[in-house]
């Protein structure tokens, strides 16, 4: 390119970085907000201690993993740390009752679901003009840990992993790709191609892969699986922001841009599975082909156009509710995101405008 284009490039990738940071501080919670979440956190463990008195009620998801927005739901789990313990149907039961005696929530219990919910959700009102929503689940300890793994990821580089996320999350809330039940990938999914993206495609990498570091100390198979599954990850932070100084210098812009690119024509959907923890897999080395066609096999092939690897869980797939019609229009806005940011307009902040339009 000639030097011409090159300034002209230049000067975009530069104001496209600042809009994005301003954009994504607004939509930020507020301390406010923060401490509410705290409160509510409080109160419902003092109440699911009149039941089981060994318990405690841990944040995950966004509100503990530093991806949160302005309103974002709460996820909650309870741990008992005590042998006998009632089952997680009759726990969700027990506490659905109290809760609706004893609070203004409103009290939704799935005790026979897959993973066994109370869901609570409290109306808007002066002092929480946007309500609150909160699911709480018991003894999900690989959701801890995921929880930690990604914030651990967050604090490495948190300005441009944080923005590219936030922004990210925004991005297909507005855009409509963000819902598991009707197609679409959820939240965590999408934080995940972001760290593959980071870990995995870009060369040099922007963040380094915590679960293949050499630890520190010898670790005993005890103290890193939990329920079968490795669950190791460097988590020594401060010592990593001393150590790894990522020689990639690309601006949060430069990366988004070729975060879209990537995905919109790089990334092998048809035989992939991008794993953060493992780099670019196949789907024949993990029994997820989606190429077999009618009878049985129908479903895992629904279950399999695109394939994300949970960092921990590794035979499960992040994306299995991703349908081929969801993945159309996935693939669909990343084109389309790639298409708006490579035409450069004029002012960033029109980009972003039409980006989420
Ligand atoms: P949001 O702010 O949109 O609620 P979030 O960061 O809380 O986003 P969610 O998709 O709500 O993300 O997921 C919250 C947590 O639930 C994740 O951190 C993860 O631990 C767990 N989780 C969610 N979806 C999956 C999934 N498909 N597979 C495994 N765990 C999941
Ligand atoms: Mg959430």
Not at 102 to 110: C, D, G, I, Q, S
Not at 182 to 206: A, D
Not at 322 to 348: C, H, N, Q
Request: charged share 25%; hydrophobic share 40%.
């Amino acid at each position: 390119p000639g030097p011409e284009r090159k300034n002209s490039r230049q000067r975009f990738v530069v104001s496209l970085s600042a809009c994005l940071f301003d954009f994504v501080i607004q939509l930020l919670p507020t301390a406010d907000e923060m401490a509410v979440k705290e409160d509510v956190r409080k109160l419902l463990e003092r109440l699911i201690r009149t039941i089981e008195p060994d318990s405690r009620l841990l944040s995950f998801g966004s509100t503990a993993n530093g991806f949160s927005l302005r309103n974002s739901d709460m996820d909650l789990c309870c741990l008992i740390d005590s042998d006998e313990r009632l089952s997680a149907a009759d726990l969700v039961t027990m506490l659905g009752d109290l809760l609706e005696r004893e609070t203004k929530f409103h009290v939704k219990p799935l005790p026979h679901a897959r993973i066994p919910i109370v869901k609570l959700s409290l109306d808007p009102s002066p002092g929480l003009p946007l309500g609150i929503a909160c699911d709480i689940g018991f003894e999900n300890r690989l959701a801890l840990e995921n929880t930690r793994l990604l914030m651990c990821y967050a604090m490495i580089d948190p300005t441009r992993v944080r923005t590219m996320v936030l922004f990210l999350k925004v991005w297909s809330k507005r855009r409509k790709i963000n819902s598991p039940y009707q197609g679409t990938l959820s939240s965590y999914g999408y934080v995940l191609l972001v760290i593959y993206f980071l870990v995995h495609v870009k060369n040099p990498p922007v963040l380094p892969n915590l679960q293949q570091m050499p630890p520190l100390r010898p670790i005993s198979k005890e103290d890193t699986h939990v329920g079968g599954h490795n669950t190791w990850f460097f988590d020594d932070i401060e010592l990593l922001r001393q150590r790894w100084g990522s020689s990639n210098m690309e601006t949060v812009a430069e990366l988004l841009i070729d975060f879209f690119r990537y995905y919109a024509r790089d990334f092998s959907y048809n035989t992939g599975v991008a794993s953060i923890r493992a780099g670019l897999l196949k789907k024949e080395s993990k029994g997820w082909q989606n190429d077999l066609t009618g009878g049985r096999y129908h479903d895992a092939r629904e279950r399999n156009r695109l394939c994300i690897e949970d960092p921990f869980e590794t035979d499960f797939n992040v994306a299995r509710c991703v349908t081929k019609d969801g993945l159309y229009t996935i693939r669909g806005e990343f084109m389309r995101a790639s298409r708006i940011l490579a035409t450069r307009p004029e002012r960033a902040i029109v980009a972003l405008a039409q980006l989420c339009e």
